[in-house]
């Protein structure tokens, strides 16, 4: 049942990590490390409170929402949902994040960017508290995806480090594919229940599961779980994982990061869950998982790789009991999530620790050390004993409701069977790595050939952390139903509801069967330690280990990918030429239109002719006639093709003019003068043709041109046919009537086309001036690496006399450059500077009952920065107009972005427009709309990718001018 009491609270339980990670990264030039770390805790402390204060309402109505409107239409709204499961996971998200900073303050070298990790750190705080309470599913995904890219970022960390770079890579793609494969089958899921809401999706278990979809679905979705939790097959990235920072280490692979998997199965199993496809999938998986990962902790040599995969073990147990479909075994697995992740983070920076006093992680070089660490080594040994499933003791708790579910039926096939038996053997082997720890790391003589020979107590504080999470496995394993007995029944019962099962979480039920499992696991793993002891030190790598590794097979597929796929499709399709580039461009370009069209059985009606008009068939004639002349002379000259292209785009516009669309021709006659001119600049880095002119005589020359004059054809057919057959479809005259009728009343503009693009549809236009910003950030990257052929065109004699000059006088004083060429032209390109400014206001003003705009002005305003570049040059332009595209580009998207933000602040749908009159003194009555602002985001966007590309493209005629000039200067001198 949804309540309101404090929902605010979840968007502030959301933004915080965010802005408080913002904020950290500002500070990367601070030389405090306490600040950054201050703030992170800050942060952390802040999430807890707020979790805190939630809980009594979460107790009392089980479910609280909070929803922002964004696309209701298609039942895309943000919506933000806690109850019991999604408080407990955030309080464990909060609390161990807190404990994390505290640790990071102490572990973390000087040497290391300090602000950037806490940054990376909250971010993927704020990512993680995302998934758990998103009350949507889309939304869930989103945050999903963040946490894959959170965790790279501090996998990478120490990027100087090829090993961390290649952990991040592999954690990055599995975990990435696995979300693309997750967001595949939540799309199927939102589908089948016809909303994308969660509260509605996991009361639709029935529909769902009857579904003829079902299977796909939950294959898709359990792609996600299973490589986000290591589940087996894709359990080797956690172990390559371990070369980032032990912090990140115990934050990301112990407690919350691999729990996402998991708990995405838990909180969509009501939905999912209780049929034999999802016990068989699951458990499969979860028992495969299990056993190999306690069967690979054993003899691993690495201390952390030791945890990781013990890690990797833990996480198989808790899918295990979710793959049963039984309340009891949600229960346990639920608890043990809790269990494992307060035991797994303590045993993770002790291991910190040891590696920080030590200076190594190898278990064959580490003994003796409880002389020199006796505070740590017993904390280390209760943690360890909690993973081993030790008496009195929270792990020993959930392990026994493990071991109580195996043994019960819950499905009649050979798996279920089979159980019992697999869990004692995977639990035996959890208690000998558990003895491997504690004996090899704190037993026996000192160690004599540490990097660091004097081991010693680090700071108390940074010890804290492992104090505090060591007395929560006590506390909890001592007196369990007066600590984590209520949240675990609140967070239990938001899963479960009437289904809840009676349990108790009293720590002697009698002797049993599974007390008896749990002391025959105790002593066989005894046992194996034992009798393994003195193999376990000297070992390699477990036996069968070069059979099982599923690293071999990602970096065999990779290899298959990226070496034999790829270089053969390179080999038979790519090709340094152009022209081929853009016959593939073409050809592919139009069977992805062709395929829906026939598809869709899209028809088109005739109708009758109208009254032929002379002069407009005149024109279009034309047009024909220079589309033929660029397409021929593109063969022979390029910048005679550029020209008649140009008078192309010109009858375009005048065409727009003749059938009363003025937005449209304004729009057109700008674009055509800022691609023509950039294009023109861009122009002379093309490379000469490899083939000589002389040679089109050929039958092989012949044959080419023959067949791209047919696909330009085809291709031109088509275009025409659709066009066609677009403005002699039938369209309701409701959908025109609409925007005429309510442009003015709900857009606050008499200019239909603009308050269309900035109100009606302006979340599309939000993605296209998005899209414009990444092409300009691509072209600007692109050719800052770019270098032209040397047999690229020479550059006018003027230009090369002018670079020559520069590059011997880069020094001179402002006044004495010297222009000989183009004097007047360039005086009256700047003295329109003001001019064109003035005519972009202009423009931009009037947009929103005018013709005009904030795409018109931007163009209008990139217009008279290019005429500064042409007529004074690169250096002069630069040394007196001051902008800075990058930050006119993040403005604007930040502008348009906060429109649609703002209407949310007032309880409207994402980019809903206000308008109003604004009564201005001497003036009267001035209309003004907030799409006024989003035009300005767009306005602001449009001028910095303009000058961007331009600025890239002025840049390489400055480098390779300078570069010939002072070459021939040396030719000459010698």
């Not at 107790?59 to 919506?79: C, F, H, K, S």
């Not at 499961?85 to 960017?113: C, E, K, T």
């Not at 795409?855 to 990139?862: D, E, I, K, P, R």
């Not at 602040?905 to 001497?922: A, I």
């Amino acid at each position: 049942m949804g309540v309101t009491a404090g929902p605010e609270l979840l968007l502030v339980l959301m933004l915080v990590p965010f802005i408080g990670s913002v904020l950290t990264a500002v500070m990367l030039r601070t030389d405090s490390r306490l600040l950054p770390a201050y703030l992170a805790a800050s942060v952390a402390v802040i999430e807890l409170a707020i979790l805190v204060v939630l809980y009594p309402t979460i107790a009392r109505d089980g479910v609280l929402l909070y929803e922002i409107e964004w696309l209701p239409q298609l039942g895309l709204n943000l919506t933000l949902r806690i109850d019991g499961l999604a408080w407990l996971f955030a309080m464990l998200i909060a609390s161990i994040g807190l404990l994390v900073v505290i640790y990071a303050r102490y572990y973390m070298s000087d040497s290391d960017p300090i602000p950037r990790f806490f940054s990376f750190l909250l971010a993927f705080m704020g990512s993680m508290l995302g998934i758990v309470i998103s009350g949507n599913v889309i939304l869930l995904s989103v945050f999903w995806e963040l946490t894959s890219l959170t965790s790279f970022l501090l996998i990478s960390y120490w990027h100087h480090s090829p090993t961390a770079r290649d952990g991040a890579r592999m954690a990055l793609t599995v975990t990435a594919a696995g979300g693309f494969c997750l967001l595949g089958g939540l799309l199927i899921l939102g589908n089948i229940v016809g909303s994308y809401d969660l509260d509605k999706i996991l009361a639709a278990g029935d529909v769902i599961r009857a579904h003829p979809l079902y299977l796909l679905s939950l294959v898709l979705i359990l792609l996600g779980a299973f490589t986000k939790s290591a589940q087996f097959p894709f359990h080797f990235w956690l172990p390559n994982a371990m070369a980032a920072p032990t912090p990140v280490s115990a934050y990301l692979h112990s407690a919350t990061m691999v729990k996402a998997g998991v708990f995405l199965l838990v909180r969509l199993s009501p939905a999912l869950s209780g049929t034999y496809e999802w016990f068989l999938l699951v458990g499969l998986a979860g028992i495969s998982t299990l056993l190999l990962g306690a069967y690979f902790a054993m003899f691993q040599q690495d201390l952390k790789g030791l945890l990781a995969y013990s890690t990797i073990s833990h996480l198989g147990l808790i899918t295990t009991l979710l793959s049963l479909g039984s309340p009891l075994a949600t229960v346990a697995a639920i608890f043990h999530m809790m269990n494992h992740a307060i035991f797994k983070a303590s045993l993770f920076m002790a291991a910190g620790i040891i590696d920080h006093e030590t200076g190594t992680r190898d278990l064959r070089r580490l003994r003796g050390l409880i002389r020199y660490l006796p505070i740590t080594g017993r904390l280390a040994m209760v943690a360890s004993a909690a993973m081993a499933g030790v008496p009195l003791l929270n792990g020993f708790l959930s392990k026994e409701m493990f071991f109580a579910e195996a043994v019960e039926t819950h499905a009649d096939s050979l798996l279920d069977t089979a159980l019992p038996y697999l869990a004692v053997i995977a639990s035996a082997f959890s208690v000998a790595y558990s003895l491997r720890f504690i004996h090899s790391v704190f037993f026996g003589p000192p160690a004599t050939d540490l990097p660091k020979p004097k081991p010693h107590e680090p700071p108390h504080w940074m010890r804290f952390p492992i104090e505090f999470l060591v007395l929560a496995c006590l506390v909890i394993g001592i007196i369990p139903n007066l600590t984590i007995g209520p949240f675990l029944r609140v967070a239990a019962y938001s899963v479960l509801g009437e289904t809840m099962p009676n349990y108790s979480l009293s720590i002697w039920h009698g002797f049993n069967i599974p007390l008896l499992m749990s002391v025959l696991a105790l002593v066989a793993g005894g046992l194996i330690y034992v009798a393994f002891r003195a193999y376990f030190s000297r070992c390699d790598g477990p036996p069968l280990s070069r059979h099982l590794q599923g690293q071999r097979i990602f970096e065999r597929v990779l290899v298959t990918v990226s070496w034999r796929w790829a270089r053969t499709l390179e080999g038979r399709f790519g090709t340094r030429k152009l022209q081929p580039q853009l016959r593939w461009v073409t050809v592919i370009g139009f069977l992805a239109a062709l395929l829906p069209l026939y598809l869709s059985g899209f028809q088109s009606r005739m109708i009758p002719p109208s009254a032929f008009d002379v002069p407009f068939s005149v024109m279009w004639l034309l047009g024909g006639g220079l589309s033929i002349g660029t397409a021929y002379l593109a063969k022979y000259h390029r910048l005679a093709a550029l020209v008649m292209l140009g008078g192309v785009g010109l009858i375009v516009c005048v065409t727009f003019v003749w059938l009363s669309a003025p937005d449209l021709a304004i729009t057109q006659l700008l674009v055509e003068i800022v691609t023509t001119v950039l294009i023109l600049l861009g122009l002379r880095w093309l490379p000469k043709r490899t083939e000589q002119l002389q040679d089109d005589l050929t039958f092989k020359a012949r044959f080419r041109r023959f067949r791209d004059f047919l696909l330009a054809a085809v291709c031109g057919l088509g275009m025409s046919f659709v066009a066609y057959a677009v403005m002699t479809m039938t369209v309701p005259d409701a959908i025109a009537r609409f925007f005429l009728d309510n442009a003015y009343s709900q857009g606050g503009g008499r200019n239909v086309v603009n308050v269309i693009l900035v109100d009606f549809r302006g979340f599309d236009t939000l993605g296209e001036i998005t899209v414009l910003g990444i092409v300009a950030l691509t072209v600007y990257a692109l050719l800052r690496r770019f270098r032209p052929a040397a047999d690229s065109m020479a550059p006018p004699e003027q230009q090369r006399a002018q670079a020559k000059y520069d590059a011997l006088h880069a020094d001179r004083s402002e006044g004495d450059t010297v222009r000989d060429y183009l004097l007047v032209p360039s005086v009256i390109m700047q003295w329109l500077f003001p001019v064109v400014i003035t005519l972009a206001i202009y423009i931009f003003i009037r947009g929103h009952d005018l013709p005009g705009g904030g795409f018109s002005a931007g163009l209008t305003m990139s217009i008279a920065f290019l005429l500064q570049y042409l007529a004074g040059g690169t250096r002069w332009a630069e040394e007196r107009i001051r902008i800075l595209p990058l930050r006119w580009m993040g403005t604007g998207i930040l502008l348009a972005s906060a429109t649609g933000i703002g209407a949310w602040l007032l309880g409207y749908p994402f980019l809903t427009s206000h308008s109003r009159y604004l009564e201005l003194p001497l003036i009267g009555q001035v209309p003004l709309a907030t799409a006024m602002i989003f035009d300005l985001g767009v306005f602001l966007l449009v001028v910095g990718s303009t000058v961007l590309i331009l600025v890239a493209l002025a840049h390489q005629s400055i480098r390779i001018n300078r570069l010939r000039a002072l070459e021939e200067s040396k030719e000459e001198g010698a």
